[in-house]
């Protein structure tokens, strides 16, 4: 999932943050096996931080579908902990079938709640 034009949403802070995050991913899915559990552990680390502060612009902006979008981040972190536990293990099968299934779900995710928390900040800027 390389970085395209489209993924653009015009908030310079999500922007660089989904850019970083579609960077790691792509990485995740190149690793071997050695690098595949501390690319994981980034992947874990980053995202959460990369939420926490869509957290603060949605509060920020008072995001009408904060609810719903903080839903999402947490199922998403909940996924990365336990997929996680199992590469802390070795088990890395099941991760890297998850790793290849975060490209389709970032592209939902950005086109639909991120585009609209993009909205509401660019016009609450205007």
Known sequence: MPWQSEMVLGVAEMDATH????????????????????????????????????????????????????AEHLRVLGELAFFGRGVATGRLRAAREYARSLPGWFMTHLQTMDAALAARLNSAAA
């Open 19 to 70: 850019r970083a995050f579609v960077d790691l991913a792509d990485a995740l899915l190149a690793a071997s096996d050695v690098e595949f559990p501390a690319l994981f552990a980034q992947l874990r680390e980053d995202t959460r931080r990369h939420f926490e502060n869509e957290d603060k612009l949605m509060v920020a902006c008072r995001f009408p579908a904060t609810g719903e979008h903080r």
